[in-house]
């Protein structure tokens, strides 16, 4: 269904010589058996060039990840890793920006990412190498602020791993910050003069 498997984290300025992947994570609560879902792009509503996750199939159990790569032999040399897939193509994924769709071959979307390289944590240099990760898998792939680029202390990306920049996102304000008082006067008149 849509939701249960989820793409994850995203490499699409790999190293030079190095290969792209994407991540899938199973948030259900069930196996699901990946091979012959697709990883494709889309161009006016249409999904184009659609590249069948090919082989003898791979389960993934629930709360499990696996990234999928033309060269996974590359990705394991660069990264601390997790389960790796190897298929024989993936949809273009161009380092500026893009999108990428996970579906299965009768069209049925079950997520889809919008991705930019201005997503990347503003004050990084060099992009390459380094996926974008997704911050909560409960909120949708769709929104910008829930991705973030992999920590420098994992070594910039996750293949098959947590994302080092996983966290729950609250959409309860309350629970992000709370104040002791409602006002305050900051006026050195020693009554209610700072606020926490």
Do not use: C
């Amino acid at each position: 269904q849509p939701g249960d498997l989820i793409i994850s984290e995203i490499l699409f300025n790999p190293y030079p010589n190095g290969a792209d992947f994407v991540e899938l994570y199973n948030r259900s609560d069930h196996a699901i058996n990946i091979a012959g879902l697709v990883l494709a792009t889309r161009a006016d509503g249409n999904l184009k060039t659609p590249k069948t996750i090919d082989g003898f199939g791979s389960i993934l159990l629930p709360n499990s990840y696996i990234a999928i790569s033309t060269d996974i032999a590359n990705i394991a040399a660069t990264y601390r890793h997790g389960e790796l897939y190897q298929v024989a193509a993936l949809p273009s994924m161009p380092d500026g920006e893009g999108n990428i769709v996970l579906a299965d071959t009768a069209g049925n979307i079950f997520d889809e990412v919008n991705y930019s390289s201005k997503m990347h944590f503003g004050l990084l240099k060099d992009l390459n190498g380094v996926s974008l990760e997704r911050i909560d898998s409960e909120q949708p792939a769709d929104n910008p602020s829930n991705w973030h680029s992999a920590s420098e202390q994992v070594g910039w990306a996750t293949p098959g791993l947590p994302n080092s920049a996983a966290r729950s996102i609250s959409t309860d304000s309350e629970s992000l910050i709370s104040l002791n008082s409602e006002v305050f006067s900051p006026d050195n008149d020693g009554f209610e003069d700072q606020l926490e």
